[in-house]
Nanobody, 114 residues
Framework: QVQLVESGGGLVQPGGSLRLTCTAS????????MAWYRQAPGSQREVVAY???????NYVDSVKGRFTISRDNAKNTLFLQMNNLKPEDTAVYYC????????WGQGTQVTVSS
């Protein structure tokens, strides 16, 4: 059974940094493109960044130059380094495949506020 567990969120001031981690169970991880998503209150869930099995990355325009997605296939782990955080980055962050075809985890709350 696939399980996705996100961690690393918290409260940070504007301009601060956080590193999110997603640990995946199951054998699917290394054969799938993986993505980070976020959902702000009153908004739909959106893709923030994704990384292919070959390491090619793509980001939504609003986070380009500030966020970096990476993966460790040996440990079934996905990362999101978030720098220069802004209040508009406040959301619950989730990981899943790029297609979002597994059950969603609990997510990790990121709050950017002074």
């Amino acid at each position: 059974q696939v399980q996705l567990v996100e961690s690393g969120g918290g409260l940070v001031q504007p301009g601060g940094s956080l590193r999110l981690t997603c640990t995946a169970s199951g054998s699917f991880f290394s054969t799938n493109s993986m993505a980070w998503y976020r959902q702000a209150p009153g908004s739909q869930r959106e893709v923030v960044a994704y990384i292919t099995i070959t390491g090619r990355t793509n980001y939504v325009d609003s986070v380009k130059g500030r966020f970096t997605i990476s993966r460790d296939n040996a440990k079934n782990t996905l990362f999101l380094q978030m720098n220069n955080l802004k209040p508009e980055d406040t959301a619950v962050y989730y990981c899943n495949t790029r297609s979002g075809n597994f059950d969603w985890g609990q997510g990790t709350q990121v709050t950017v506020s002074s």
